[in-house]
Protein backbone atom coordinates (compact mmCIF):
# COMPACT_ATOMS: atom_id res chain seq x y z
CA UNK A 1 0.00 0.00 0.00
CA UNK A 2 2.81 2.18 0.84
CA UNK A 3 4.88 1.53 -2.31
CA UNK A 4 1.45 2.22 -4.50
CA UNK A 5 1.22 6.01 -2.72
CA UNK A 6 4.31 6.55 -3.34
CA UNK A 7 4.37 5.74 -7.14
CA UNK A 8 1.30 7.63 -7.53
CA UNK A 9 3.09 10.77 -5.98
CA UNK A 10 6.27 10.26 -8.11
CA UNK A 11 3.42 10.42 -11.28
CA UNK A 12 1.50 13.23 -10.06
CA UNK A 13 5.09 15.22 -9.55
CA UNK A 14 6.37 14.24 -13.45
CA UNK A 15 3.19 15.56 -14.75
CA UNK A 16 3.24 18.67 -12.83
CA UNK A 17 6.92 19.59 -13.87
CA UNK A 18 5.44 18.65 -17.47
CA UNK A 19 3.21 21.36 -16.92
CA UNK A 20 5.24 23.84 -15.57
CA UNK A 21 7.72 23.40 -18.34
CA UNK A 22 5.09 23.84 -20.97
CA UNK A 23 3.43 26.51 -19.48
CA UNK A 24 5.48 29.87 -19.68
CA UNK A 25 6.54 31.91 -16.59
CA UNK A 26 4.26 35.15 -16.25
CA UNK A 27 5.06 37.70 -12.97
CA UNK A 28 2.72 40.10 -10.87
CA UNK A 29 2.44 42.40 -14.18
CA UNK A 30 1.48 39.54 -16.34
CA UNK A 31 3.15 37.88 -19.16
CA UNK A 32 6.60 39.60 -20.10
CA UNK A 33 7.05 39.62 -24.10
CA UNK A 34 10.64 40.80 -24.46
CA UNK A 35 10.68 42.43 -28.17
CA UNK A 36 13.81 41.23 -29.97
CA UNK A 37 15.86 44.39 -32.49
CA UNK A 38 13.85 43.51 -35.92
CA UNK A 39 16.15 41.14 -38.76
CA UNK A 40 16.08 43.77 -41.50
CA UNK A 41 16.31 42.69 -44.33
CA UNK A 42 15.73 45.78 -46.69
CA UNK A 43 15.45 49.07 -45.74
CA UNK A 44 16.30 53.09 -46.68
CA UNK A 45 17.39 52.91 -42.74
CA UNK A 46 18.02 49.50 -40.98
CA UNK A 47 18.51 52.04 -37.91
CA UNK A 48 15.30 53.66 -38.39
CA UNK A 49 13.54 50.97 -39.20
CA UNK A 50 14.50 48.51 -36.16
CA UNK A 51 13.74 51.44 -33.73
CA UNK A 52 10.15 52.16 -35.66
CA UNK A 53 9.44 48.56 -35.27
CA UNK A 54 10.25 48.15 -31.90
CA UNK A 55 8.18 51.13 -30.59
CA UNK A 56 5.17 50.16 -32.58
CA UNK A 57 5.20 46.58 -31.02
CA UNK A 58 6.18 48.09 -27.90
CA UNK A 59 3.10 50.39 -27.62
CA UNK A 60 0.49 48.42 -29.55
CA UNK A 61 1.47 45.06 -27.29
CA UNK A 62 1.23 46.79 -24.02
CA UNK A 63 -2.06 46.74 -21.57
CA UNK A 64 -3.74 44.47 -19.08
CA UNK A 65 -1.95 41.05 -18.63
CA UNK A 66 1.11 42.08 -20.93
CA UNK A 67 4.12 44.14 -20.45
CA UNK A 68 6.36 44.61 -23.11
CA UNK A 69 10.21 44.36 -22.69
CA UNK A 70 12.23 45.44 -25.72
CA UNK A 71 15.67 44.00 -25.90
CA UNK A 72 19.16 45.45 -26.76
CA UNK A 73 21.12 42.72 -28.25
CA UNK A 74 21.05 42.35 -32.17
CA UNK A 75 22.62 39.07 -32.27
CA UNK A 76 19.89 35.87 -31.51
CA UNK A 77 22.18 34.26 -30.00
CA UNK A 78 22.60 37.06 -27.09
CA UNK A 79 18.96 37.79 -27.22
CA UNK A 80 17.89 34.41 -26.14
CA UNK A 81 20.33 35.33 -23.08
CA UNK A 82 19.27 38.46 -22.50
CA UNK A 83 15.48 37.57 -22.57
CA UNK A 84 15.94 34.81 -19.92
CA UNK A 85 17.82 37.71 -17.35
CA UNK A 86 14.86 39.70 -18.40
CA UNK A 87 12.29 37.12 -16.51
CA UNK A 88 10.67 36.98 -19.82
CA UNK A 89 7.36 34.61 -20.49
CA UNK A 90 7.61 35.45 -24.44
CA UNK A 91 10.28 36.36 -26.90
CA UNK A 92 9.24 38.15 -30.09
CA UNK A 93 11.93 38.13 -33.36
CA UNK A 94 10.29 39.93 -35.71
CA UNK A 95 11.79 40.32 -39.58
CA UNK A 96 11.38 43.31 -41.89
CA UNK A 97 11.62 44.17 -45.71
CA UNK A 98 10.88 47.32 -47.28
CA UNK A 99 11.27 47.91 -51.02
CA UNK A 100 11.51 51.38 -52.39
CA UNK A 101 9.13 51.11 -55.93
CA UNK A 102 9.63 54.93 -56.27
CA UNK A 103 12.05 57.81 -56.06
CA UNK A 104 12.05 61.32 -55.13
CA UNK A 105 12.25 63.93 -52.37
CA UNK A 106 8.70 63.01 -50.79
CA UNK A 107 8.14 66.52 -50.12
CA UNK A 108 4.68 66.28 -50.09
CA UNK A 109 4.46 63.46 -47.89
CA UNK A 110 6.69 64.90 -45.30
CA UNK A 111 4.88 68.24 -45.34
CA UNK A 112 1.37 66.02 -44.81
CA UNK A 113 3.12 63.82 -42.10
CA UNK A 114 4.51 67.37 -40.33
CA UNK A 115 0.91 68.61 -39.94
CA UNK A 116 -0.02 65.02 -38.26
CA UNK A 117 2.72 65.09 -35.83
CA UNK A 118 1.63 69.05 -34.52
CA UNK A 119 -1.57 67.70 -33.93
CA UNK A 120 -3.29 69.08 -37.47
CA UNK A 121 -5.04 66.61 -39.65
CA UNK A 122 -7.17 69.59 -41.47
CA UNK A 123 -3.88 71.25 -43.23
CA UNK A 124 -5.09 75.07 -43.19
CA UNK A 125 -4.57 76.55 -46.41
CA UNK A 126 -3.12 73.33 -47.95
CA UNK A 127 -4.20 71.19 -51.04
CA UNK A 128 -6.26 68.83 -51.60
CA UNK A 129 -3.78 66.17 -51.95
CA UNK A 130 -1.76 67.26 -49.03
CA UNK A 131 -4.55 66.95 -46.97
CA UNK A 132 -5.44 63.53 -48.22
CA UNK A 133 -1.27 62.43 -47.45
CA UNK A 134 -1.50 64.03 -43.88
CA UNK A 135 -4.89 61.34 -43.53
CA UNK A 136 -3.13 58.45 -44.79
CA UNK A 137 -0.25 59.22 -42.27
CA UNK A 138 -2.87 59.40 -39.31
CA UNK A 139 -1.64 55.75 -38.19
CA UNK A 140 1.27 56.68 -37.28
CA UNK A 141 1.43 55.74 -33.23
CA UNK A 142 4.61 58.09 -32.07
CA UNK A 143 7.85 59.66 -33.38
CA UNK A 144 9.98 57.04 -34.76
CA UNK A 145 6.70 55.51 -36.76
CA UNK A 146 6.07 59.03 -37.83
CA UNK A 147 9.62 59.61 -38.35
CA UNK A 148 9.93 56.41 -40.41
CA UNK A 149 7.20 56.75 -42.29
CA UNK A 150 8.63 60.01 -43.71
CA UNK A 151 10.77 57.73 -45.91
CA UNK A 152 7.64 56.12 -47.46
CA UNK A 153 7.19 56.44 -51.46
CA UNK A 154 4.36 55.68 -53.32
CA UNK A 155 4.00 52.20 -54.12
CA UNK A 156 6.86 50.79 -51.58
CA UNK A 157 6.25 47.22 -50.31
CA UNK A 158 6.61 46.52 -46.80
CA UNK A 159 6.81 42.46 -45.31
CA UNK A 160 6.68 42.11 -41.63
CA UNK A 161 7.22 38.57 -40.10
CA UNK A 162 7.78 37.41 -36.51
CA UNK A 163 8.38 34.33 -34.30
CA UNK A 164 7.11 34.09 -31.01
CA UNK A 165 9.08 31.76 -28.77
CA UNK A 166 8.99 30.44 -24.83
CA UNK A 167 11.33 30.76 -22.97
CA UNK A 168 13.20 27.28 -23.62
CA UNK A 169 13.22 28.52 -27.92
CA UNK A 170 9.91 26.65 -28.93
CA UNK A 171 8.12 28.04 -31.55
CA UNK A 172 4.42 28.98 -30.40
CA UNK A 173 3.53 31.66 -33.35
CA UNK A 174 4.73 33.12 -36.49
CA UNK A 175 3.37 35.02 -39.48
CA UNK A 176 4.05 37.02 -42.77
CA UNK A 177 1.71 39.59 -43.77
CA UNK A 178 2.69 42.71 -46.46
CA UNK A 179 1.25 46.21 -47.45
CA UNK A 180 1.79 48.69 -50.55
CA UNK A 181 2.12 52.07 -49.85
CA UNK A 182 -1.01 54.39 -52.04
CA UNK A 183 0.59 57.68 -51.30
CA UNK A 184 3.90 59.38 -50.35
CA UNK A 185 4.19 59.35 -46.49
CA UNK A 186 1.89 56.39 -45.83
CA UNK A 187 1.89 54.51 -42.41
CA UNK A 188 2.05 51.22 -43.83
CA UNK A 189 4.13 50.16 -41.26
CA UNK A 190 1.31 50.54 -37.97
CA UNK A 191 -1.10 48.23 -39.67
CA UNK A 192 1.34 45.78 -39.89
CA UNK A 193 2.48 45.67 -36.86
CA UNK A 194 -1.21 45.50 -35.64
CA UNK A 195 -1.91 42.34 -37.11
CA UNK A 196 0.93 40.98 -35.79
CA UNK A 197 0.13 41.68 -32.27
CA UNK A 198 -3.94 40.84 -32.57
CA UNK A 199 -1.93 37.15 -33.51
CA UNK A 200 0.47 37.44 -30.72
CA UNK A 201 -2.02 37.96 -27.96
CA UNK A 202 -4.26 35.36 -29.02
CA UNK A 203 -1.53 33.18 -27.95
CA UNK A 204 -0.31 35.01 -25.26
CA UNK A 205 -3.87 35.25 -23.79
CA UNK A 206 -6.07 32.81 -25.01
CA UNK A 207 -8.81 32.58 -22.90
CA UNK A 208 -8.92 36.63 -23.59
Known sequence: ???RVLGTALLLGMFSSAAAQSTPPTTATG??????????ESAPSAADAMTAIRDAFASILAGPGITPVPLQSKLQSLVRDEAKQSNCSFLLLPTFKHVHKTSGAGMLGKAALGAVQAGSYEVGGAS?????????ARGAAN???WHYASSVKTKDEMTLSYRL???TGQMLSENKSSGKAESDGEDVLTPLVQKAAEKIVSVVQPTR
Open 1 to 3: MTY
Open 31 to 40: ARICIAPATI
Open 128 to 136: AATRVAAGA
Open 143 to 145: QAE
Open 165 to 167: ESP
